[in-house]
């Protein structure tokens, strides 16, 4: 929970307050941009109280989002009841309750009715969050983007008996997992299924495409609210900078998608040949390795 105590200087005064064990992971700042924002030091505060029954929701979904349990508020708890997992896209609903053991990373479960729900990435175990999963027909398949946002996804499997995918050259993160990709071609693993393996950010950096429109990312690739475009994390960068140029360009040459659902930084939509472009032209200034993309010491631009 978080501590009074410990409550951030530049939070505005009133009930919601954001402690200083806040990691920076942005899911807040996604779910109420207009309630949350960045304090000096990189961490999140509350700008201001949420004036309407929607905005107290929208900061009521930011605190159960939050992996660090940074976010509380004094006085009466706003209601949380059929906050996550919600809907962002066609058929694509973030799941919340981000995990600490994946930096605070977006997941996300994919509806497939009659063909088996995928889930992207793990969130915290959450029973409340297990039975609403199982309300909407379980998980069929745990896809994981890469090693550092496996979160607690052994024990999503373990409940709805998922096959587990990863690249085997982030399997040691995973050593659960039933099914690794090898090698740097996409995969078909169903007709409207494609695994894109994406290494970079890690060796084993995988995209995954659905319906030949919605592109999970992981942390390949996401869009920045600061700069307005998309954008790649190059000071966490843990792998090879030339690497995930390469494999965004292919990316961009081969691929087309109309959604983007990163695992940290926010979701965008667009026609798919615009952002093709859009994408080109990231590569290209990665290439240039831009001091744009990665000021300061976090280089980090939400």
């Given amino acids: 929970m978080a501590q009074r105590s410990r409550r951030h200087p530049e939070n505005a005064p009133g009930p919601f307050f954001v402690d200083d064990a806040c990691i920076d992971c942005d899911a807040s700042r996604q ?13 999140s505060i509350v700008l201001r109280q949420p004036a309407s029954d929607d905005e107290r929701r929208a900061a009521a979904r930011a605190m159960l989002i939050c992996p660090t349990a940074s976010i509380g508020v004094d006085g009466d708890k706003p209601p949380t009841d059929d906050l996550f997992p919600v ?21 996300y479960l994919v509806l497939r009715p009659g ?37 607690d996804a052994e024990r999503w499997a373990a409940r709805f008996g998922a096959r587990v995918v990863i690249h085997e050259a982030d399997r040691a993160a995973a050593p659960f997992a ?9 995969v078909a ?3 409207d299924l494609l695994a894109i393996p994406l290494p970079g950010h890690t060796r084993g950096s995988t995209a995954f495409l659905v319906n030949r429109a919605e592109l999970f990312s992981g ?43 990163p695992g940290h930084g926010s979701r965008t939509a667009g026609d798919p040949e615009a952002l093709a472009a859009a994408l080109a032209a990231l590569v290209d200034e990665m290439r240039r390795d831009a ?9 980090v631009l939400w």
């Fill in 178 to 186: 039933t099914d690794l990709l090898r090698g740097a071609d996409p």
């Fill in 31 to 43: 779910c109420a941009p207009s309630i949350f924002g960045i304090a000096s030091d990189g961490r």
């Fill in 219 to 261: 942390d390949s690739l996401y869009f920045s609210r600061t700069l307005g475009r998309l954008a790649a994390f190059r000071a966490q960068c843990w792998y090879s900078w030339p690497e995930q140029a390469r494999s965004l360009a292919r990316l961009a040459a081969e691929h087309r998608f109309a959604r983007l659902y």
């Fill in 87 to 107: 809907e962002v896209g066609p058929n694509v609903l973030l799941t919340g309750y981000n995990s600490p053991r994946a930096f605070g990373a977006n997941a």
């Fill in 291 to 299: 001091p744009a993309l990665h000021p300061g010491a976090a280089g």
């Fill in 189 to 191: 693993l169903d007709d």
């Fill in 115 to 151: 063909r088996g729900n995928l889930l992207v990435d793990a969130p915290r175990f959450v029973p409340a969050l297990a039975r609403r999963v199982e309300e909407l027909g379980g998980i069929a398949r745990v896809l994981l983007t890469h090693r550092d946002d496996v979160g």
